[in-house]
């Protein structure tokens, strides 16, 4: 064993870089499909993508070998279905550790451990032995050195907390205050982060109006759309921000505080049945782009400004075996074979036009069964009012085509989605167009989006080219590292 003294030092370190670091977007890898990729073409994936942190729902020993020696960070989980055997012994819960933790760390970047899955929402029978289990995998930790480096949490579902807005006013369950007070003193006592499945597509959908689409998309809100907390005065530009100081308040009426949040689901899905029209891979695209955006570019919340979220977005694929309607199959960025339902951007895009807009690979083009009538419609809307260039469609330009007005119509609509989507922008157009993975461009004629296309991003990259923030650090990450250093060096002078 270490020295204590050492042992604090080594909790700092950990603590305050991977407080400079700032927040980080991960992905959930769910299993729950008839086709699952094997482990080394899911870490294959993930490497194309440079995705460095994940998250999985068990502790699948192929993924964890897979995953040794790449330097992403993984949180792996305890089933629900494991959660009695842990939650009722101690010498079990070692073993877990001893067989899915220790065995695979330091090779492969084991972080945290999420202990069930909104337990007390879906299986809340098992409550009572939440926490123990909780407190015997930590117990194991420390007795194998590794509670510095493994933190424990457990994700919970937002129905536990029954009103979330306004969030001043939020709190949990009162049913569970017991349980939850054991819970976030548990956290506090092991710095560890509070665990929450954000999902605004649900509250959006449940909520029959009441909030409009561009508060559940971070889009922006008409004047007289404005969300405001009576009791704060805080103006919420995105239902996200919303739920994540609902969780903060919910703490704060327990008398706790100081309790990071991890965002451990946030996605959108990309299809739904008949009655499901708001899951569509536009409004997918949109909300997972621009959670993205919110995340890396460091913002906080209205009550929490200065610290921002780290979250994982749900999915990496679509898994066709989960219960429910058709949205629930179909979270996904891929489908099992690998193949991208849509481009995700990561990291700042430098402007706001065709030519940096980052969504390589995705085009908003005309529906060829729609009327003609309604087509030149909206062609006329994109060129004239939607400021759409729409120059190489004129006479004697690349993409002229005199008799076909779909491929027109496409090239307007496709100009002007990818100037725009950034700021709300969205691929409709009267029911008249759609989006498509499969690239418009032919000849010299180069659809935005295209990767023969001058789109360029400044900062950024994007899915099918990289997964994750690259790039110089900024000034302002440069200046954070110089800051904490300095703490730092104070603490060691303090310690000895």
């Not at 933190?151 to 949990?172: E, G, L, N, R």
């Not at 939850?180 to 506090?188: G, H, S």
């Not at 508060?215 to 995105?238: C, E, G, M, R």
Request: hydrophobic share 40%; with cysteine.
């Amino acid at each position: 064993m270490l020295p204590r003294k050492w042992e604090k030092i080594i909790f700092l370190l950990i603590f305050i870089f991977s407080s400079a670091s700032g927040a980080f977007i991960g992905i959930n890898i769910g299993t729950q499909m008839s086709s699952l990729p094997s482990a080394a073409e899911i870490v294959s994936i993930l490497k194309t993508q440079r995705i460095k942190h994940v998250r999985l729902f068990d502790a699948d020993h192929q993924m964890l070998n897979a995953l040794a020696n790449t330097g992403i960070e993984v949180l792996v989980g305890v089933p629900n279905d494991q959660l009695l055997r842990i939650g009722e012994s101690q010498s079990e819960a070692a073993a877990w550790i001893n067989k899915n933790v220790a065995a695979f760390v330091p090779a492969t970047n084991i972080t945290y451990i999420a202990v069930g899955n909104e337990v007390l929402t879906t299986i809340p029978n098992a409550a009572l032995v939440l926490i123990p289990a909780m407190q015997f995998l930590h117990s194991a930790l420390l007795a194998a050195n590794l509670n510095f480096q493994v933190k424990v949490s457990s994700p919970q579902s937002m129905d536990m907390i029954p009103k979330h807005f306004p969030p001043s006013t939020a709190s949990f369950n009162s049913s569970w205050n017991s349980i939850m007070n054991q819970y976030l003193q548990f956290l506090k006592n092991t710095g560890s982060s509070f665990m929450l499945n954000a999902q605004p597509y649900y509250v959006y959908t449940k909520g029959q109006g009441i909030f409009p689409l561009e508060y559940a998309l971070f889009q922006p809100l008409k004047p007289n759309n404005q969300i405001v907390d009576p009791n704060t005065n805080f103006h919420y530009t995105s239902m996200f921000d919303a739920m994540i100081d609902a969780a903060y308040y919910s703490m704060r009426s327990l008398n706790f505080s100081g309790i990071p949040v991890i965002v451990t689901e946030s996605g959108w899905p990309s299809l739904g049945g008949a009655n499901e029209s708001d899951a569509s891979i536009d409004n997918a695209l949109t909300y997972n782009s621009n959670l993205i955006h919110h995340v890396l570019n460091g913002s906080g919340t209205p009550s929490q400004p200065t610290i921002s979220v780290s979250t994982y977005v749900l999915e990496l694929f679509n898994e066709d075996l989960r219960p429910g309607p058709v949205s629930e199959k179909n979270w996904g960025i891929y489908v099992p074979n690998g193949t991208a339902l849509y481009s995700l951007t990561f990291g700042r895009i430098a402007e706001s036009n065709a030519d940096s807009t980052g969504l390589v690979g995705v085009f908003c083009v005309a529906n060829s069964s729609v009327d003609s009538n309604a087509l030149k419609k909206g062609l006329d809307w994109a060129c004239g009012p939607g400021s759409a260039n729409c120059t190489a469609i004129q006479p004697g330009q690349a993409c002229y085509e005199a008799d076909n007005l779909v491929a027109l119509t496409s090239y307007a609509f496709n100009d002007y989605y990818h100037r725009t989507q950034a700021t709300g922008g969205t691929c409709n157009f009267g029911n008249t167009a759609m989006i498509t993975t499969t690239d418009p461009s032919h000849g010299s004629c180069i659809f935005s989006g295209s990767s023969g296309s001058s789109t360029s991003t400044t900062g950024s990259t994007t899915i099918g080219s990289a997964f994750g923030p690259v790039g110089a650090v900024s000034e302002a990450s440069n200046l954070q590292v110089i800051s904490f250093a300095f703490i730092v060096a104070s603490m060691l002078l303090l310690l000895f």
